[in-house]
């Protein structure tokens, strides 16, 4: 009696540890120490199904009787298992060998939960991987600009290469030096042309500290389609700067920046309309 | 040579960076390198900015350049006078693994690819010219402080109501290379890149243990187009990425603090928050956010110290930035319309236009790749994983900016809506 009193305790004890051990492992996520732990006893628990197998069909061993009642989709290495982890003598009680299969078998759902889970978060981080690298290769052009070339006015260049010049804001400013630095300019360009905003608004960059207002002309002889950042039309106005616009007589004594753009000194106030063609 | 002096310029904002992070984590040594390391490339923009923007008022380069490195300079000093231990209290810290060096390749390869990327492409965009490196030019050519007839004399172009984080720092690189080059600031987002895998890095070390799980988010994030490419990302001139950056050390920070409720982390935060305004316009949002995280913490401790040492610094800078505009005469804008309960009444038409074009955002997969779905699956995880309410603070960090950011649109003074959405979102409308 004492003997079975004594299995008896050792056999409860061992179900306790069992179930504590259960709880850290379902709790693997909260720490990174048990998350760490749980991945460790799930290979090594593949591990020691595979050899608890291995042993029970080499040596046929005949500690290790694989019951023909047991439950329907237990398998023999999960028997195996069960018999090694507790009842080295095979079961001797129904009850607690019926327990000790739906432990093994919890046990290997939760193993089972943790890869599916990893191979999720595999499966999402080479998604991630392959989608990065295949926009990345999209939107980089490998044929543009080497490196080496660190342009120190990139942009303003790039914005500005509809003027179909080489280094095309290094010209302008030289061009600037002409107007004075507290001076205002008036930028006069096609009102229909879809660069008029993006090249005023590099002339503006490029010109600073000079103020520059615009005046969006429209077809010959009509009236400007807008006026942009309009200052008092008495102004003095300094500078002007022709954009896809025939500079006429205003020409006078003013810079060419390639083909398509033309600077002038000016003096004076008069209606910004009249700088149009 | 050109490169060196870049780099030089950006070690000068991390050493001030640094020495602050060093003196804000005093009595605290709970914080590991890589979240150091992180805060202080965050701060350190953020201190250089300000010393910049607060000294240019008084002095002009070359005394003004040397006044803010030897201020650096000292301010590291200090700080690792005061908290040295807080680096290798004891050698595990620098213990290495197999994980570690697998992390530090990845991060080191991402580093690589986005200067790459960055230098590659060395066009700054549209807002990256106009909206701030224009300011870093105007600075430039003011001798290294900001011309205030910038806010005066009807200079419309580039909004000039814009906060200074960005322009400043490129600004700061130009006084060291003593001439203007756009393709040489683009190292600002590689830099800050930096910051953002070591504020990851520190941040999944210290709230779910170390191990390979830490390489997650470190790929997940460089995985993202949005972050990488296009306009607004880390290879971009765009402020977009450094408001990231900064929200990200403000978010591990108040997270941090809802864990570990140590002066430190609050200090920390607090210091981050005083940049999300001084970054750009929309930080106020972020602000708001990092408000409605550490208000339940307020509630149920019974006490402000919360929100005065986390949310109020951040309230100042607003408050102050608006001052200066107001002292500057800096014209008003009428992008959007007074944040009244009147004008959301008289908009709420706009609801299902803005829900619809924000799913379609959140759903374009060239853009945010998995992101979106993978965030979900996180939500799901943390709702079964975690106990109590510590899911409270994540899921105000992640879902406040992607509910706020769209409903910002029903105060918008844009008539109809959708032409303004697309002036944030870029491509077709």
């Not at chain 2, 992008?335 to 619809?356: D, M």
Request: glycine share 10%; hydrophobic share 45%; charged share 15%.
């Amino acid at each position: 009696m004492a003997h079975m009193d004594r299995h008896s305790d050792h056999t409860r004890g061992r179900h306790a540890q069992e179930r504590r051990s259960e709880r850290r492992s379902s709790n693997w996520q909260s720490s990174g120490s048990s998350w760490r732990a749980s991945r460790k006893r799930a290979g090594a628990g593949i591990f020691y199904l595979t050899a608890a197998h291995a042993v029970g069909n080499e040596k046929g061993n005949p500690s290790l009787p694989f019951p023909a009642n047991r439950a329907p989709f237990l398998s023999r290495t999960l028997w195996y298992d069960c018999c090694l982890s507790g009842c080295q003598n095979g079961p001797q009680n129904e009850q607690m060998r019926l327990e000790r299969e739906r432990t093994v078998i919890r046990r290997i759902m939760i193993r089972c939960g943790e890869y599916v889970s990893f191979g999720l978060v595999m499966a999402c981080v080479t998604g991630l991987v392959c989608v990065g690298s295949a926009v990345l290769v999209k939107e980089v052009d490998l044929r543009g600009p080497s490196v080496k070339r660190l342009e120190p006015q990139a942009t303003t260049d790039l914005f500005l290469s509809i003027l179909l010049i080489e280094r095309p804001a290094e010209r302008l400013e030289r061009a600037f030096r002409q107007i004075g630095p507290s001076d205002r300019v008036l930028f006069v360009g096609p009102g229909e042309e879809p660069f008029f905003t993006q090249v005023y608004y590099t002339v503006s960059y490029v010109a600073f500290p000079r103020l520059v207002s615009a005046v969006a002309c429209g077809d010959a002889g009509k009236e400007p389609v807008r006026i942009m950042f309009q200052m008092a039309e008495t102004s003095n106005i300094k500078g002007l700067v022709f954009f896809k616009v025939d500079p006429g007589r205003w020409a006078m004594g003013g810079t060419q920046v390639g083909p398509r753009m033309y600077i002038a000194p000016h003096d004076g106030a008069r209606p910004w309309k009249s700088f149009c063609p | 040579m050109e490169v060196f002096l870049s780099l030089a310029a950006l070690f000068f904002t991390f050493l001030a960076g640094f020495g602050v992070v060093l003196l804000l984590t005093q009595g605290d040594s709970r914080f590991s390198m890589a979240e150091i390391a992180g805060s202080a490339i965050v701060l350190g923009t953020g201190i250089v900015s300000l010393l910049l923007f607060l000294l240019g008022l008084i002095l002009h380069d070359p005394a003004l350049r040397w006044s803010v490195a030897l201020i650096c300079l000292a301010i590291a000093v200090v700080g690792w006078m005061r908290n040295r231990k807080v680096l290798a209290p004891s050698g595990q810290k620098l213990r290495s693994n197999g994980s570690q060096l697998v992390l530090i390749a990845v991060v080191l390869v991402q580093i690589a690819v986005i200067s790459w990327v960055s230098l590659y492409l060395t066009h700054l965009g549209w807002d990256g010219l106009f909206n701030w490196e224009s300011k870093a030019r105007f600075v430039f050519l003011n001798r290294g402080s900001i011309p205030l007839h910038l806010y005066s004399r009807d200079f419309d172009f580039g909004h000039v109501r814009y906060p200074l984080l960005l322009p400043l720092t490129e600004a700061w690189i130009y006084s060291w290379l003593g001439q203007m080059n756009q393709s040489l600031i683009k190292l600002v987002g590689p830099y800050l890149y930096l910051g953002a895998m070591l504020l990851l890095v520190g941040g999944t070390t210290a709230l779910f243990g170390g191990g390979w799980r830490r390489l997650i988010p470190v790929v997940f994030v460089g995985s993202v187009p949005t972050f990488v490419v296009g306009e607004g990302s880390a290879t971009s001139g765009y402020a977009d990425f450094p408001l990231a950056v900064v929200y990200l050390s403000a978010s591990v920070h108040c997270v941090r603090y809802w864990q570990t409720r140590t002066a430190g982390s609050l200090r920390l935060l607090g210091a981050t928050t005083v940049l999300l305004a001084w970054t750009k316009s929309e930080g106020i949002v972020l602000l708001c956010c990092i408000g409605a995280a550490l208000l339940p913490l307020a509630l149920w401790e019974r006490k402000l110290s919360p929100i005065i040492g986390g949310v109020l610094p951040g309230v100042a800078m607003v408050v102050g930035w608006r001052v200066f505009l107001r002292v500057a005469h800096a014209p008003l804008t009428d992008e959007f319309t007074p944040v009244t309960w009147k004008v959301f009444v008289a908009n709420s038409h706009r609801a299902t236009e803005i829900l619809n074009l924000t799913i379609r955002e959140l759903g374009d997969w060239s853009r945010w790749s998995l992101l979106w779905p993978v965030v979900l699956m996180g939500f799901i995880y943390l709702a079964v994983r975690l106990r109590g309410i510590a899911w409270y603070p994540w899921t105000t960090l992640i879902l406040g900016p992607v509910v706020m950011y769209p409903s910002v649109f029903f105060f918008s003074g844009w008539d109809p809506v959708r032409s303004h959405v697309f002036v944030y979102r870029p491509g077709p409308p």
